[in-house]
Every structure is written in C-alpha cells, then in structure tokens.
C-alpha cells in the first residue's frame, strides 16, 4: 500500500466553456426578434497509471490507461414574438421561431503494458498495447415552431402550439415529425353567478388540453446497419455486425387529453388540485427479441406496441398562521394509473409477455406484466411427489399448480402472475415555522404494488445461481424433515427442478411509505446578523431516506430495490447558509 500510494494514481481532468450570446430587436411596437447563441464545450482527460514497483503493476510490468472525452453542443433559436393588449380585455401573445440543436461527442482510449521505464507512460513507450478505440457520434434537430396564447378579461384562456421537427436519428424518409396542442381555462371564479360564493371559494378554474408530442430513439445511429472491430478469433481482429438496419424506423407518438381544477377556499387557506388523463402511445419505440440463429447483430431498433394510460391525480393543501406563532403548510397528493397495451405488430409479439392462449393485448394487462407459475406450497412427503406429476419434483421443494387440469406441469399452466402498476402512489409535505425555527418533511409511499424478488435466488436457494457461494441466513429456515412448516425449500446441491423459473415464489408485496426528507432549520436573529453585516443567516440539520415502512412479507430490505442493485443511500448532512 505505500508503494501504491507513492507510485500509482488515477486522475481525471475537466475543462469546460458554456456560453450564451443573444440580440434583441424590436421592428415595431409589440413585435420583436430574437436571435440566441450558446455553445457548450467540454473535455475530460482521464489517466490510471500502476507502477512496476507496486502489486497493482507488477503482473504486467506496469499499466496505462487513457481516455479523453470531448462533448460539443451548439443552439442556435431565433424567435418572432408579439405581446398586445386591445381594449384592456384582450390579451394576446404569439411567437414563432426556428431552432437547430448541433451535438457532437468524441471518445479516444488507450491502454498498454510492460514499460521498460516506469517515468515515461505515454502508451507507445509500453511494449504491448492492449487496446486503442474509440468512437464518434454527431446528432442534429431542426425545429420549426409557433406558439399562440389568447386570453380574454383574465377569465376565458385560449393556447394552441405547433412545430416540425426533424432528426438525424432516423431515416431522411422518416425524420420529420409534426406535432400540436390546444388547450383552455376558464377562471370560473370570475362569473357573475359566482358572486354568492366568493365569501369561502376564493379561486376556482377549470382546465383542458390536448396534443400530440414525439420521442426519438436514444441511440444517434438506431435506424442504420452497424458492425465494429473485435478481437475476432485467435485474438486475430476481425469485423462482426452489431445491430442491423431498420429504414422504417420513425418518430414514437403520445396523444394525451388531459382535464382538471385548481381551487382555493377561505381566503387562501385551503387549496387543491384535481386532474384526469388519457394518454395514447403509438410506435412505441423499443429494441426487440431476436432468433438464436441471427447470432451476434441480431440488435435492432423497431417500433413496436400501442399503450394506452390513463389515470387521476388530487392534491390538497392546508396553509395557516396561528395566533401563537406557529404557520404551516401541509400539502397532501394521491394519484393511480393504469395501462393497457392496445396493440401488438406481429413481429414483435414474441418479445412480450403472453401465456398459451393469449397475449397482453387480449389479456388486457399493462404493459411490464409477468407470465409465470403459481406455487402451492411444499411437497412434504413422496406420495405427493408422485401423485403431481411435475418433472423432476422433489420432497422439500416447491409445487405447481395444475391449471389445466391435465395432471402434469407444462407451459399451459403458466399465467398472469405479476402487475408492474401499484393500487396508488400518495405524498405528503409537511412546512412548519415558529420563532426563527423551522420543520419540513416530505413522505412518499406507494399501495398493493407487486416487486419480482431476485434477491430470493441468492437468499433462498443454493444452486440456482452461484452455488457453493455465500448465501443469506434465510437458509437457516429452510425446508427439512424437522422443519415443514417451512415455505423456504429444502436445500439441494442441483436446480433439476427448475426452481428458478418464473413463478409467484418471487412476486411479493412492494407496497411502502418512506420519510424521503427530513429538514430542522433555524434562522439567526436580526440583530446578531446587525454585528456582522450580513442579511441572512441559518443552520439546518437534513436527513435524507431516513426511514422505509414496508409489508411484513417482503423479504427484501428496499421494495425499491429487489435486483441488488446499488442501495439508495441514507444520508444525514449539517449546513450553513450565509446572505451579504
């Protein structure tokens, strides 16, 4: 370790230049140009070096590896716009523009071994060099746009939005894209026959809208035939495909209508929000399963399945100054959705979830559902073994459910066993102050929502994967002779039974509520800030992700995380804010 810590480093180093340059004119009253410029330039050089001299370098005589990173983003937006007002009741604001988005990424790296000087650690000065690549990528948006915004006594609101917008993502056949909205309000709040009311509904508005948008593939080179250099075989180079060609490749399109209220009662203490949605997604955009026999550059990008979701949101707040002191602010949110996938290209349909007899379209279930086995329990003795008729069933280990009756357990008793979209999803902030002091909480929770549970491979089997490896303390329980009240199985050295398949042992309850944000503030008095100089002054203490409620069935530790993925941090932070 002091050799390494002498010798060896890692660094990496980044420069980066943002700039915006704008001119304004205005050609006559009310009706202005606009031109904007902004440049977005960086670079990052990263170097790993292990000496000879330590263990790290050592093996190879010595390691370099070198990268730099160059990103280049231009946009140039130029806008005609046009605010008036007549008669002091017509309001109306109108603009439209042409925008180009030029970016640009640039990746070199390097890497060599065996120095014959450990002072000198350019990658030609190693006598093998491992591995020099690289890659480029450019990606451009043209957009034609408009926007027009009426409104009439501040009481009857009228919008409407229109653009073009063309990629170099897709096809020079498919690359245009044409997208709108219309949308309107009515503050109802302002209308004669409301007068009775205003003494407790101090705002009431009415809201509707509805549009098309776009999604483009996330790949800059989705819809081409692609290959790359390999190591081939032998270590000899070679030329292999890495995704094929798709020229038909186009824009994924959302159509959504939305309708909702905004209202707020008794001057302003009570406030709230109610919406509803339908949204329709067409093309989905998505990388579909391939054949075996397609080999390595099967990949590819296609458009895929239609989605239809819709659902609710409501929101409730309550904000008040109390006559000791105390104001607070508490807002509540709940909302639910749900999907269904309306349609499936029959090319696609093998890359989805389906049982023997039908689809997600005909099963009408959202889209990320899960077709699997339904487990029963524990064979407990030979006799149920034998009378199951499952292939290679074993006592201790897990048992199947029939569905189809015919005394066996085949593809066909597979069913819907896994729903990706919770009951509902709720929030609550909480805002108090008192006296310089001040307390906020945010709560976030989720209801009946099912998690796959991979954890249960390492956790509650020994052989399904990684067997011999270090495994959880469930195991302790499982299944034996002296414990069958167990629903853990029994441990074997082998998975004949195939116990890993997809099946309701891993579906479990995700349901939770967590405490995401924690804040204890206190703001300094004005009069010590006096002897400083300073406006303001306030020290807090912030917890984040301090505290997670979950089902008693869950086995995982984070419903949020049942795939080992990182875990989401739990962090406490002290902090001064200063004002001048």
């Avoid at 309306?342 to 279930?365: F, I, K, M, Q, W």
């Avoid at 195939?498 to 008095?525: A, C, I, M, W």
């Amino acid at each position: 370790p002091k050799l390494s810590a002498e010798y060896d480093y890692k660094h990496e180093k980044m420069l980066r230049a943002f700039n915006t340059l704008y001119a304004e004119y205005e050609i006559i009253k009310n009706l202005k140009f606009k031109t904007t410029f902004s440049y977005d330039y960086t670079t990052v050089k990263g170097e790993k070096w292990y000496d000879p001299r330590t263990s790290n370098g050592e093996d190879e005589n010595g390691e370099v590896v070198k990268r730099i990173r160059e990103y280049k983003k231009m946009v140039w937006s130029n806008t005609l716009s046009y605010l008036t007002t007549f008669n002091n009741i017509h309001h109306l604001d109108f603009l439209a523009g042409y925008e180009i988005d030029d970016t640009y990424n640039d990746y070199l790296s390097g890497e060599a071994y065996n120095f014959t000087t450990p002072d000198k650690h350019a990658i030609s000065n190693g006598m093998k060099t491992v591995s020099v690549g690289g890659s480029d990528s450019r990606y451009r948006l043209v957009s034609y746009l408009s926007r027009l915004n009426y409104d009439y006594k501040n009481k009857y609101y009228l919008g409407a939005s229109f653009r073009v917008d063309g990629s170099s993502r897709l096809h020079r056949d498919n690359r245009w894209g044409t997208f709108w909205s219309v949308s309107g309000a009515w503050r109802t709040i302002e209308e004669e026959f409301m007068q009775p009311v205003k003494d407790w509904l101090t705002d009431l508005r009415i809201r509707a809208s509805y549009g098309v948008n776009g999604t483009l593939p996330s790949d800059y080179f989705g819809y081409m035939g692609l290959s790359s250099i390999s190591g081939g075989y032998l270590e000899q180079p070679g030329i292999q495909m890495s995704q094929i060609a798709n020229p038909n490749l186009k824009w994924e399109s959302a159509e959504q209508f939305n309708i909702g209220t905004d209202f707020t009662l008794f001057k302003g203490s009570l406030y709230g929000s109610v919406d509803g949605f339908v949204k329709d997604v067409d093309d989905m955009l998505i990388n579909p399963a391939y054949l075996g026999a397609l080999g390595e550059g099967g990949a590819s990008w296609a458009n895929g399945p239609s989605l239809r979701n819709w659902g609710m949101e409501f929101a409730l707040g309550y904000r008040k100054n109390l006559a000791c002191g105390l104001g607070l602010d508490v807002t509540a949110n709940l909302d639910f959705f749900r999907n269904k996938v309306t349609y499936l290209p029959e090319t696609s349909t093998g890359s989805y979830a389906h049982t023997t007899t039908e689809n997600l379209v005909e099963s009408g279930r959202p889209y990320g559902s899960i077709v699997g086995y339904v487990v029963e329990g524990i064979f407990q003795n030979q006799a149920e073994v034998d009378a199951s008729g499952q292939p290679n069933a074993r006592v201790g280990g897990l048992k199947y459910a029939d569905l189809d009756g015919k005394n066996g357990i085949t593809a066909d008793d597979q069913t819907w066993i896994y729903n990706p979209v919770p009951a509902f999803s709720y929030g609550l902030n909480i805002a108090l102050n008192y006296k310089g002091f001040d307390l906020s909480m945010f709560w976030q929770g989720v209801y009946d929502k099912d998690v796959y549970n991979n954890q249960k491979f390492q956790t509650d089997f020994w052989s399904i994967t990684d067997a011999g490896s270090n495994k959880g303390n469930r195991l302790l329980g499982a299944w034996n002779t002296n414990n069958t009240g167990s629903t853990i199985p029994a441990l074997t050295t082998n998975n004949t039974a195939d116990e890993g398949r997809s099946s309701t042992y891993f579906v479990e309850n995700g349901s939770y509520l967590k405490l995401r944000n924690l804040q204890l503030g206190y703001n300094l008095p004005a009069s010590f800030l006096s002897k400083f100089k300073m406006s303001s002054a306030r020290v807090y203490l912030s917890g984040q992700n301090l505290l997670t409620i979950k089902s008693k069935s869950l086995t995982c530790s984070d419903p949020e995380n049942p795939d080992w993925n990182y875990p989401l941090a739990t962090s406490i932070s002290f902090g001064l804010q200063l004002g001048f």
